[in-house]
């Protein structure tokens, strides 16, 4: 095992000897005299107090880990992980109590990536959420692989349900702990984990009066500068722009963060500084050997705020599928319908998935469009991608709608039982029979597969019907849709095909969201 | 092992079924009558003739692998690789002769390739290359890690020396042929692979009076019509517009070339059709576990059309340090010095190469600059990237660079024997005493550890000299230069550090050109 000194990046003795700066350790912050300029400290091991002036201030707080006010919450056993003492606690309260099972509660970046570790530890663990999902800045259809994953995994899932209190074990359970839900339920567990999300920690920027944003965060302009111009603001504890909606949001990450330090630096010390041109949201997480990455804006957050999109879904190899190992990525990418620009990207798969983000993350800075995406001249070697990388497919398919070349929609923009009903519509499968009694098909579709579509069209004669065409991820279902139009039928291809039917059908059977 | 027809992506049935497209095989067009829009078709098997009239004509030949004409160039054992019976070719040989040992002539992409697979076949196995480095397209300093990989594959590695002719082994003697080098020596094999490189194939294009172009393509416009209205020319056949430097070019990869056949499509067919925006030449290769990729123009393109541009070199973890596995990646970037546009980037490693390249060839088609890679937001989590992905490191330095807030040379800048005979002149090394030991300096250099330099300065003298700067990898020299100058110091930070100088030095010592 590796020396747990290692996992921090700098220390006091560093910042002296590289830069200078004298880090004054174990030393709050406790108030800030705007007007003197002039701030009080107080050493946490004695309580002295003493104060420090200063020309520019630069608050770097972070956030803190939220621990909801239910009753229980203080129990020994339960846990929150935002520092390495945090992880450290857990880890001891393991070993002494010999803790056999553990509810995480949140299922964002933190709760999984605890989950993970505590499977890897060898407990049993279930997740409590409260959202119908796990990942909550993804959309929900996006996220069911992870949902597959974290059972495979052995984790038990409780969606849709948040928790209302914790209790000890009664003497002589089983567990040290149980955790009760608002849908009634109670989990038993010898440890709990509190990941429930992080709120910016703003006590003292608030006693010094200075403006907060709508979101709770400190305020600031492009340059980080607070509400008072001698004093900055950076990182978890400040309130950004969003770059791809302009709506003001908190994005804990580290990558932002780090560029806002930056940019306080150059005020500061007299260089041009550059703006902070907003966050995308850029993020990844991965578990069990499964990456979900985003760029951008999500649908949720789209169609809460009003926005047009288009959207498609792509269900790819990472990689040219005659190289072995490849592996299949699911893609969905959101778009401006008016001019193509690129609003955000979702991906999950094992290999390749924050590549492709990351090209897309790059898009989006430049304000980039589908189009650009079709024409992306990414590296290709077939252990590497494919000639047309799935971030190529993923615009080909984006600019095809784009351009009316070709007529997509999505399962949640169909009715399927009003389809069903509907004498004038049919919902066509055009994969091969074998495929359909391995892995299904939607109940109500007729059979047509695509290696004799041409035949039969010939003899078809329904021309005043609407077909709407599938396949398993997309591919065959475009060709098909192109063959029903050249044969003078109304068709339209639905996205993602069967693939995508069963992510959205895995959605729509969870629990609702409370 | 898997079937060989997996390798094939499409075959005639499925053309016929999906698409209604009939492929004639074994089929040659052997000439075009412009005039009367019709071609003249050869059935390779039985010689019969037919004649068919188009309304449009795409010429999509390829290109051919060279066979110099060498003596001896055409004896049994000596092969190219372009095709599925060429590869069967070879292992047939192998297998028939017993063959034990290989000759490959060219370090280009499909040389390399074909080395990776004869060693891994169990051949002891020798490159012969022209140039004084593999990869032509890279720079030379670039691609000394494939250089040490190849060795340690046991490679044995002839650089800088042409073949000159080819000899089948004398009775009784060990290997079955032998390959004789410009520079008088011989090297004995019972197999030889030409991989010198692809030409156009014009042929039929010549005969019918089309234009070719300055490199020996067919020309070709944005919609890759050829100086025939009526004819299209696609892929490693058509001359294309270099993205970057503007100039005419051959890429024989195949992303570009799908991108043209779709243009092509789309103006056949009366859709809007997008131009060919000109190629970036981004390209990848791995072999034993390295990979090297590339997008944009190269220091040796830039030069030789005189263009001015800056560079900087960084070594620096794929991903973040402290968690497990991070592996280094060489990078290489150059950028316009006025403006800052990204020009190209090279990088070699083993993990995470490809992708950083993607996301920079994003930029590039974007018009991107050095501050866009600064601000770039990429997918961190720590089995991913950094805080500070090795993207925004390399746009960090280019940008200091450009803002002139860090004086910055290379190594190949530096006349180092100048250097150390000037007295005004001093070249610093400020890494640690027990890595000097460990990996060796500068001979000239001065050692100045980091972690004593501030207390060094305060007793220095010698403000009128200038101080050359270095550590391991550039970021500890970064650190030190900014200390040198906030004394009063004239320093400059040697890019890329002793890392970049074993691999200038190594470039160096390399038989020169022919």
Known sequence: MQ?????????????????NVTVKESTEVVAIDRAAKKITARDVNNGQESVHP????????????????LPGADLPGIFVVKTIPDANAIKAWITEKGAKSAVVVGGGFIGLEVLENLVHRGLKCSLVEMLP?????????????VHDRLRAAGVELHLGDGVSGFEAGPAGSAALLAVKTQSGK???????????????????????????????????????RTSDSAIFAVGDVAEVKDFVTGEQTLIPLAGPANRQGRIVADVISGNEPSRFRGSQGTSVVGLFGLTLAATGASEKTLRRLGRTFRKVYLHINNHAGYYPGAKQIDIKLLFDPTDGRVLGMQAVGEEGVE?????????????????????????????????????????MVAANVLRNQHPLTSWDELDLQALTADPGCVLVDVREPPELDKVGKVESAVNMPLSSLRQQLAKLQDKDKKYYVYCQVGLRGYIATRQFLQAGFDAVNVSGGYKSFQQQLQEQQRPAKL
Chains 1, 2 share one sequence.
């Open 54 to 69: 200063y020309d520019y201030l630069v608050l770097s707080p972070g956030g803190h880990a939220i621990r909801p006010p």
């Open 355 to 395: 590549k492709r983000v990351d090209v897309v993350a790059m898009a989006i800075q430049k304000g980039g469009t589908v189009f650009d995406l079709e024409e992306a001249e990414l590296c290709y070697a077939p252990q590497y991608g494919s000639a047309k990388d799935p971030v190529n497919m993923v615009g």
């Open 133 to 145: 999902q796990v990942m909550p800045p993804y959309d929900p259809e996006v996220v069911e692989p």
């Open 186 to 224: 109670t989990h038993a567990a010898d440890l709990v984990v509190l990941a429930i999300g992080v709120r910016p920690e703003t006590t003292l920027a608030r006693q010094a009066g200075l403006e907060l944003g709508s979101r709770g965060g400190i305020k600031v302009d492009e340059r980080m």
């Open 3 to 19: 020396e747990q000194s290692s996992l921090l990046v700098a220390n006091a003795a560093k910042f002296q000897k590289w830069f």
